[in-house]
């Protein structure tokens, strides 16, 4: 069985760039730091680091095993986390930001359901339009949707669903159904704005696999999908809405997916932070209370 101390070790060597860098952020000695990574390449039988007096380099293989220790690293935070918080009370404060439109159906009750186990912490939470992946110096975790490559963040992803493309009864009543996204060019389409000139879906049939890509320009177009939401519920036309953004407007059958059996791309919700030599317990907390409680909060996403 491998040694998963000496894996986060090693993660923390690569982010540090140096031995006594990670000695200082792991708060040992650094002939400790050392004898466990050659402990570790022994057992592994590769080398994981080239060493020189001027820098450390990856191997090849190093390359690939730094990713499970990263894993392997964020393991050993969550064990720590569950045995610190039997010994005492967690307390302090937690900052989060968020995009907009999903603080009610998600942040709301995942928030209190968090100080109602916690209620020494305080938490500050930031809404924010920004699209970008960077995180702000002054925030301990983001919520984010999309694709991740930046290796500075430690990114848990939560869950994973298809926007829908919905309408309301009213607005279908008396006019002919879209049956192939071609078809929506014939009615009011609204969108999720970007502010750019050009709009577009693109479709994969969920039987055939046939792909189709529609470029329209929108009758609305709103940068808030909740402000969207509200537009579809009175009947000012078709248009693109994340499931996890009022979700109960689906279950009431006020909303109700047009072409179903044509499917857009998938999104991921996930949880992330910037890579740090310490993180705060009430954070590495939140992230486990995040991750088991959020997936319950929406049990069946379309995918």
Same mark, same amino acid.
């Given at each position: 069985?491998?040694?998963?101390?000496?894996?986060?070790?090693?993660?923390?060597?690569? /982010?540090?760039?140096?031995?006594?860098?990670? $000695?200082?952020?792991?708060?040992?000695? @650094?002939?400790?730091?050392?004898?466990?990574?050659?402990?570790?390449?022994?057992?592994?039988?590769?080398?994981?680091?080239?060493?020189?007096?001027?820098?450390?380099?990856?191997?090849?293989?190093?390359? /690939?095993?730094?990713?499970?220790?990263?894993?392997?690293?964020?393991?050993?935070?969550?064990?720590?986390?569950? @045995?610190?918080?039997?010994?005492?009370?967690?307390? !302090?404060?937690?900052?989060?930001? #968020?995009?907009?439109? @999903?603080?009610?159906?998600?942040?709301?009750?995942?928030?209190?359901?968090?100080?109602?186990?916690?209620?020494?912490?305080?938490?500050?939470?930031?809404?924010?339009?920004?699209?970008?992946?960077?995180?702000?110096?002054?925030?301990?975790?983001?919520?984010?949707?999309?694709?991740?490559?930046?290796?500075?963040?430690?990114? =848990?992803?939560?869950?994973?669903?298809?926007?829908?493309?919905?309408?309301?009864?009213?607005?279908?009543?008396?006019?002919?159904? *879209? =049956?192939?996204?071609?078809?929506?060019?014939?009615?009011?389409?609204?969108?999720?704005?970007?502010?750019?000139?050009?709009?577009?879906?693109?479709?994969?049939?969920?039987?055939?696999?046939?792909?189709? #890509?529609?470029?329209?320009?929108?009758?609305? $177009?709103?940068?808030?999908?909740?402000?969207?939401? !509200?537009?579809?519920?009175?009947?000012?036309?078709?248009?693109?809405?994340?499931?996890?953004?009022?979700?109960?407007?689906?279950?009431?059958?006020?909303?109700?997916?047009?072409?179903?059996?044509?499917?857009?791309?998938?999104?991921?919700?996930?949880?992330?932070?910037?890579? =740090?030599?310490?993180?705060?317990?009430?954070?590495? @907390?939140?992230?486990?209370?995040?991750?088991?409680?959020?997936?319950?909060?929406?049990?069946?996403? *379309?995918?």
């Amino acid at each position: 069985m491998r040694d998963l101390n000496a894996l986060a070790i090693f993660a923390k060597v690569v /982010e540090a760039k140096s031995f006594s860098a990670a $000695a200082r952020a792991l708060k040992m000695p @650094i002939s400790t730091v050392s004898r466990r990574i050659a402990e570790l390449e022994e057992q592994l039988g590769v080398r994981l680091l080239e060493r020189s007096t001027r820098c450390l380099r990856l191997t090849d293989v190093g390359t /690939e095993v730094l990713e499970h220790a990263r894993h392997s690293a964020e393991l050993c935070e969550a064990v720590d986390s569950i @045995i610190s918080n039997s010994l005492s009370d967690v307390a !302090g404060s937690l900052r989060l930001c #968020t995009p907009p439109s @999903i603080s009610d159906s998600l942040i709301v009750p995942l928030v209190s359901a968090f100080q109602a186990s916690y209620p020494s912490v305080r938490v500050q939470v930031r809404v924010s339009e920004r699209l970008g992946h960077s995180i702000e110096d002054d925030v301990d975790i983001a919520f984010r949707v999309g694709v991740f490559i930046d290796a500075s963040l430690v990114v =848990r992803k939560l869950l994973t669903y298809r926007h829908q493309v919905v309408a309301s009864p009213a607005y279908l009543a008396g006019r002919e159904l *879209p =049956r192939a996204p071609r078809d929506l060019l014939d009615h009011r389409l609204l969108a999720f704005s970007f502010w750019r000139p050009d709009y577009s879906w693109t479709f994969v049939h969920g039987t055939r696999e046939e792909r189709e #890509t529609l470029v329209f320009e929108p009758c609305i $177009a709103v940068n808030d999908y909740s402000a969207l939401a !509200g537009a579809l519920l009175a009947g000012s036309g078709i248009g693109e809405l994340p499931p996890i953004v009022l979700p109960e407007l689906m279950r009431k059958g006020l909303l109700v997916e047009v072409m179903p059996e044509w499917h857009l791309p998938l999104f991921d919700l996930a949880l992330a932070h910037p890579q =740090r030599g310490h993180v705060p317990r009430q954070v590495r @907390i939140f992230k486990e209370f995040a991750t088991q409680m959020v997936p319950q909060l929406f049990p069946s996403l *379309p995918t």
